[in-house]
């Protein structure tokens, strides 16, 4: 299994930005599309957005769209979150997660590895 490790979360006020981060190691980076899921205390896991394996093709939950960004950088096998406009509702653990590059599907059960999480914490 591919290793990944997000870094990037805090704690920032409405209307501001993160950028996060997720590097990956032990495995080859563009065997895999990436993904990112967030999950707040008392809710399910929820998905945010990913990423093709070559970076062509990106997808976004309806809360994000047009608020965030998926992106990749495969010649520093890091996988990009910018988030834009953060609202108090987008306070929540974000997971990095990646999956076989030709696997379908969007939900977790779709992504084999995952990170440890980061947390995103906005205030009103």
């Known amino acids: 299994q591919v290793q990944l490790v997000e870094s990037g979360g805090g704690l920032v006020q409405a209307g501001g930005s993160l950028r996060l981060s997720c590097e990956a190691s032990g495995r080859t980076f563009t065997n895999y599309s990436m993904g990112w899921f967030r999950q707040a205390p008392g809710k399910e896991r929820e998905f945010v957005a990913a990423?093709?394996?070559?970076?062509?093709?990106?997808y976004y939950g309806d809360s994000v769209k047009g608020r965030f960004t998926v992106s990749r950088d495969n010649t520093k096998n890091t996988v990009y979150l910018q988030m834009n406009n953060l609202k108090p509702e987008d306070t929540a653990v974000y997971y990095c997660?990646?999956?076989?590059?030709?696997?379908?599907?969007?939900?977790?059960?779709?992504?084999?590895?995952w990170g440890q999480g980061t947390q995103v914490t906005v205030s009103s």
């Open positions: 990423i093709s394996w070559r970076g062509g093709s990106t």
């Open positions: 997660a990646a999956k076989a590059w030709n696997a379908q599907g969007l939900s977790g059960a779709d992504f084999g590895s």
